[in-house]
Each structure stands twice: as structure tokens, then as C-alpha cells.
């Protein structure tokens, strides 16, 4: 608990407690060590249902607040997140695991959020639809959802808080966030910052358990909460859009991914090889929308593999809160021994390994950056998201073919491609079947454009002017009897 006095603000973890002073808490440990942080209260279903109930009064209020001065509001809870950044990154790290330098990233790109719907709030608009009568006008309204909830993944801990809180709020809506048990800290300091700039503690709770799936529950039962947005695995993704069903919320669901990265024969091999390590190593490969999957044209298959594997070779593992680490911990034990155990498979399914390979043997839970080559279709390894610091490459001859192969999976969230030929961009990008394309750039994510996938990724949008509209509900007035 020393560490949260060491923060330039402690206030911000009020919620926080030393480890064993709660009757029924969740520990907050450190992924690269394991080490404890502190405890949190593990919420019951009594205390989730009140807050529940106290974000239904508040919301009616928040509503008749103008655009303008939900607008206004948001502005400060950006303005404050931002002033609190080493703080947040600290904690971030602390409970997550990514490096520094990613944790104040992702800090800024939570913040856009809040500033991007800060401004979005103010364009909720209706419409006045010319009318087929000379004595009815019809207009359409704008209104929030109403109660909304969301339950979110650890990995990127502020940011997917804010994706959805932020146009929440905006359209006027409460916000009822579950973080993942991994990572409440974060969350609980984002609150904190939100409630200081003058969001009602009541409109936006925070409810920590170890009990997902019963918070699940309760949230799909619930009839006060009229949409879920969920943000994580595809598997939960599926189970609590059949949950939810019984009260027909609104969803939003942003789900697994497994992107292709393919570099064509034409493309700058040095941008690609930058594009690849940036899409595939970040937060050490534990994102959504990570380079998953590599093909590389037959021509240039040996130059890339060379510029990638001395890169990958050079970067340096441990605990993030070493700003010279570029890349951190797995999340938890499970998954390190998940991300061993689909290299063995894919090795033995016949891939060479070229660098890596095994757990970091000096750095706790981090695992090696892994490159394997030799990567036939059949492997195992393209088939599931990997969600760590592996590549690996498969060889290809035609577009036709690298196509076929990027579109076979049940997934489609990110797709990455390295070509300067522009009749090839505009043929390949549109063939590609997912939400999202990175086309000669490696990280694509914004606030500004709208984040999601198709098939299996998921349902809906985040950010971008589309991402507003996941939490309003179109009214149709007709005014009749008119001279
Ligand atoms: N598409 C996106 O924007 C996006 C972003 C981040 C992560 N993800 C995906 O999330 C996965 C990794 O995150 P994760 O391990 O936290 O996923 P997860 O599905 O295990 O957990 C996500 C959240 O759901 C909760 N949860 C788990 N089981 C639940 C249940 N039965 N009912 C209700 N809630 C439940 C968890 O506590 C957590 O808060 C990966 O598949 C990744 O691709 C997707
Ligand atoms: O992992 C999932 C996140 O949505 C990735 S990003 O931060 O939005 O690129």
C-alpha cells in the first residue's frame, strides 16, 4: 500500500485498502511479479442492484441537463484525466503491466474519448422530414437509451472504460461499469476523476467482483438497463448477447479478432517491418487488434523475415515500470502458459523457430518475442488469437490466394496491408472481411473513426460520430391537425 502515498495524488485510490482489512475483497496484484497491491471491496449482488437503482434516478436528472452542459462537464473529466496522467500510467502499469510509455499513451487515448464526445454531445441531432400533408409536421427526436452498463476487458483498462462511458454520458445516459477483476484500480481512478469534475458518483458506479458471470447476469436480467456494451472475448461476447435477450437491451459488443498483416511485393519493406513490430508487440501483443498472422509475399519473404527478426530480436522484456522495457508481462499465468503452449503446438505442426520461443527466464511472467517461419495454412497457430508477443509467418504467391486465406476465419475485427500500388489498396482492402483496415500503417486506432468488427468481432461501433448514436434511441413525432 506504500505505493499509493507515493502517488502525486492517493486520493484517487480512497477506495483501495491494505490486504486483509476487508471481510470479502479482491486482491490487485502485479503481473510481472505477482506481487499484491492492495484490496478492493468484491461487491455484492445487493450493492450492484442499489447502484442500479440510484443510476436510474440519477440518470432522469443527467438527461434534463442541456447538451451543452453534459458537454461541458465531459470537458473537465478530460481535462482532469489528463492533469492526473503519471498517476493514472503508474496504476496502469502497476495492475496491467504494460510498459510506462504505453500506459501514458493509452491515458491520452482514453482521454480522447471523453474530449471527442465532449463535442459530439452537442450534435445529437433529430430531423424534420419534409411532410406528405400540409397539416402534420414530422420531426424526429434524439433521447438517451436511458440505464446503460458495461463490462470491460483488462487490457486496456482506461481506455475501453471511456470508449463507452464517454457517448454514454454524452447522449445523456447512466453508465454502470464492471472492469475486469484483473485491473479495478484504473477504473476506480478514472471515477474518481469523473465524479471531482462533476459527474454524480450515482450516474457512473464502478462494481468490482470476482463473480463475473453473476454481475453478467444481473446486468442482462436487469430491466432498468436497457443496452450492454461488452468488450472482450468473443466466447462471453456470445453468452451475454443470448443472456440479454431476455430484456432485448441494445448491444454493443466488441469482441476477439485475429488480423492478418500481409505485405505485398511492392511495399516498402522497411515501413512493414516498423508497421509489424508496432501492430504485433504492443501492450505485448495483448490487444484486440493485434497482427495476429503474417504473410509475406514469396519474393521478399527472406529480406522481410530478416529486417523483422533482428527488430524483434533487439526488444528489450521485463516489468514495465522500467522505462527502458518495451515489453511487459502476459496478464496472468494462464495466459503465459496458453501463449507456451500454441508455440509447441504450432512448432510441432511444423513452423521453425526463429527467435524466442519460451517464458523470459530472467523476467517473471513476461514470454519471449517469438518468431516462427514456415507457417503452413493447416497451423494451428492461425486459427485462434494469440494474445502475445508471437509471429507468425506464412509464405504467399498470389493476391487472389493471401486474400482467401486472411478471410478464413470466423473472425473479422482489424486487417493490416503493405502496398504501394493503388489500384491493388482499393481491390484488396475492399475483398477484406472485417471492420477495420490498416493500409500501410500498423496502429490505426482513434477516437475520431468508428472501432468494430464483423462476424464473429462483434456487433456495433465505438468512437467516430457512429459511436454516439450506440446509446440514443430515434423517436418519430407526427404533429397533426394543423391549418
Ligand atoms: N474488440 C475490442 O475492442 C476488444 C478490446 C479488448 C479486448 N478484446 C478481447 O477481449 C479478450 C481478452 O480480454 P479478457 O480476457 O478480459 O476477456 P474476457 O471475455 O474473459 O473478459 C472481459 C470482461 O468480461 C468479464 N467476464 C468474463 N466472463 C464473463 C461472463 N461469463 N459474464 C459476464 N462477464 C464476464 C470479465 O470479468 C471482464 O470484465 C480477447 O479476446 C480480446 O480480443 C476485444
Ligand atoms: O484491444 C483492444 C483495443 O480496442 C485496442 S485499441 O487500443 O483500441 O487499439
Known amino acids: 500500500m506504500r505505493w499509493i502515498n507515493q502517488l502525486n495524488d492517493p486520493e484517487l485510490l480512497n477506495q483501495a485498502f491494505a490486504i486483509g482489512t476487508l471481510t470479502d475483497e479482491i486482491v490487485v496484484t502485479n503481473p510481472y511479479n505477482h506481487q499484491a497491491l492492495c484490496a ?8 450492484v442492484n442499489h447502484a442500479i437503482a440510484d443510476a436510474k434516478v440519477a440518470q432522469a436528472d443527467w438527461a434534463k441537463l442541456s447538451a451543452k452542459q453534459r458537454a461541458n462537464i465531459l470537458r473537465r473529466w478530460h481535462d482532469l484525466v489528463l492533469a492526473a496522467a503519471d498517476d493514472l500510467a503508474t496504476i496502469m502499469t ?36 419534409p411532410s406528405p400533408a400540409s397539416d402534420r409536421h414530422i420531426v424526429t427526436l434524439k433521447q438517451p437509451v436511458g440505464v446503460t452498463a458495461g463490462i470491460t476487458p483488462w487490457n486496456f483498462p482506461i481506455a475501453m472504460i471511456t470508449r463507452k462511458a464517454a457517448p454514454a454520458l454524452a447522449a445523456g445516459c447512466a453508465f454502470v461499469v464492471k472492469p475486469a477483476a484483473n485491473t479495478p484500480l484504473s ?26 458471470p453473476l454481475i453478467g447476469s444481473v446486468f442482462t436480467q436487469h430491466p432498468d438497463i436497457r443496452k450492454l456494451s461488452f468488450t472482450g472475448s468473443t466466447a462471453v461476447g456470445k453468452q451475454l448477447m443470448s443472456q440479454s435477450a431476455a430484456q432485448l437491451q441494445r448491444l454493443s459488443l466488441e469482441l476477439g479478432g485475429n488480423a492478418p498483416f500481409v505485405v505485398f511485393a511492392d511495399a516498402d519493406l522497411n515501413a512493414a517491418v516498423d508497421g509489424a513490430i508496432a501492430s504485433k508487440f504492443r501492450n505485448a501483443g495483448q490487444t484486440c487488434v493485434c497482427a495476429n498472422r503474417f504473410y509475406i509475399a514469396r519474393e521478399i519473404h527472406d529480406e522481410f523475415v530478416s529486417l523483422f527478426v533482428a527488430k524483434v530480436a533487439a526488444l528489450t522484456v521485463g516489468n514495465g515500470m522500467d522505462s527502458a522495457v518495451q515489453v511487459g508481462p502476459l496478464i496472468d499465468e494462464r495466459a503465459l502458459n496458453k501463449v507456451n503452449d500454441l508455440v509447441d503446438k504450432a512448432i510441432a505442426a511444423g513452423a521453425t523457430l526463429v527467435c524466442g520461443g519460451q517464458p523470459a527466464p530472467a523476467h517473471g511472467n513476461c514470454f519471449l518475442p517469438t518468431v516462427l517461419t514456415d507457417v503452413t495454412p493447416d497451423n494451428p497457430i492461425l486459427k485462434q488469437e494469440i494474445f502475445g508477443p ?27 496491408f503493405y502496398s504501394r500500388d493503388i489500384n491493388r489498396i482499393w481491390r484488396v482492402a475492399a475483398q477484406l472481411e472485417c471492420g477495420m ?31 454516439l448514436d450506440e446509446y440514443l434511441e430515434t423517436k418519430y413525432l407526427c404533429m397533426g391537425g394543423l391549418d
Open 94 to 129: 502497476l495492475e496491467q503491466g504494460k510498459p510506462l510509455l504505453e500506459s501514458t499513451g493509452e491515458v491520452a487515448y482514453g482521454a480522447s474519448f471523453i474530449e471527442w464526445f465532449s463535442e459530439e454531445a452537442k450534435r445529437a441531432y433529430g430531423r424534420h422530414i
Open 437 to 467: 483496415v490498416g493500409i500501410n500503417e500498423g496502429i490505426i486506432s482513434t477516437e475520431l473513426a468508428p472501432f468494430g468488427g464483423v462476424k464473429h468481432s462483434g456487433i456495433g461501433r465505438e468512437g467516430g460520430s457512429e459511436g
Open 187 to 212: 477504473a476506480l481512478a478514472l471515477a474518481q476523476l469523473a465524479y471531482r469534475a462533476g459527474i454524480p458518483p450515482a450516474l457512473m458506479p464502478v462494481v468490482c467482483s470476482l463473480d463475473a
Open 40 to 47: 478492493i471491496d468484491n461487491h455484492t449482488v445487493e450493492q
Open 390 to 416: 508471437v509471429a507468425p509467418i506464412c509464405v504467399f504467391d498470389s493476391e487472389q490466394e493471401v486474400i482467401a486465406q486472411c478471410n478464413d476465419t470466423e473472425y473479422g475485427l482489424a486487417s493490416y
